[in-house]
């Protein structure tokens, strides 16, 4: 099974402040106005952004270029920092995250149409089902059959049955001449509408079976 990566990471600082006042450095010793920098880690995949995290504020010292948090600097105000612990990360570094959901959408919405596109075209071929017709269904124990159709008036079909099932394999393997029963049972299109309803009825079409069913339809069809 396929399993995306994880994201990595890198820093950015999305906002930085200069100080008024002098501030000395615990590492170097300069006493000189420092800024304060709010960053977050951007993480990705290659060079899309997916998205940010991990926001946090820190005293940058120009002079040993040096990172420290704001507690080692008792005389930042306080309510400065927790408003800088508010900044929003920018729009751009959610873009990967965005083209997950719009793609994610569009799948959704092809699965749909292609399903409203098939089961119209299941029902139009219910209402114009004829001689010659191979119904393919599923039965309750989740395996496949076919029905061949020998005669239709309005909403009454002759079907003969197939005497043949299959699990996995395609229906074309016992859709011949020899596995239909000789018998011709009654069957209706409001069954069949049923049937397709519950998603029973898998497809309808004209198969090579009726080359020898029903020769007249082919003949017919040459004139």
């Known amino acids: 099974m396929f399993t995306l990566p994880l994201p990595k990471y890198f ?3 999305i ?14 010793g300069a006493t000189h106005s420092m800024r304060l920098e709010v960053g977050c880690r951007v ?5 899309l952004p997916v998205y940010a995290n991990h926001r946090e504020v820190s ?27 508010k ?4 729009w751009y570094y959610f873009i990967g995250r965005g083209i997950c959901i719009i793609l994610t959408v569009l799948f959704i919405i092809s699965i749909v ?6 089961k119209n075209t299941l029902a139009n071929s219910i209402e114009s089902v004829s001689k010659g017709d191979v119904i393919v269904y599923e039965l309750e124990n989740g395996k496949k059959t076919t029905l061949y159709v020998t005669n239709e008036e309005r909403d009454t079909m002759y079907v003969r049955l197939n005497s043949k099932v299959v699990h996995k394999d395609e229906v074309s393997e016992i859709d011949t001449p020899d596995n239909y029963v000789k018998e011709v049972t009654i069957f209706t299109k409001k069954k069949l509408r049923e049937m397709a309803d519950e998603g029973k009825v898998l497809d309808i079409y004209m198969s090579a079976t009726a080359l020898e069913f029903d020769k007249s339809l082919f003949e017919e069809s040459d004139n």
Do not use: Q
């Open 11 to 13: 820093y950015r600082v």
């Open 15 to 28: 906002k930085r402040v200069d100080l008024k006042t002098a501030c000395t450095c615990p590492s170097c």
């Open 43 to 47: 993480y990705h995949y290659i060079f």
């Open 59 to 85: 005293v940058h010292c120009a002079t040993c270029a040096k990172n420290f948090e704001p507690k080692y600097f008792p005389n930042i105000p306080k309510m400065l920092i927790a408003e800088l612990n």
């Open 87 to 90: 900044t929003r990360y920018p």
């Open 113 to 118: 149409e292609h399903f409203i596109v098939s």
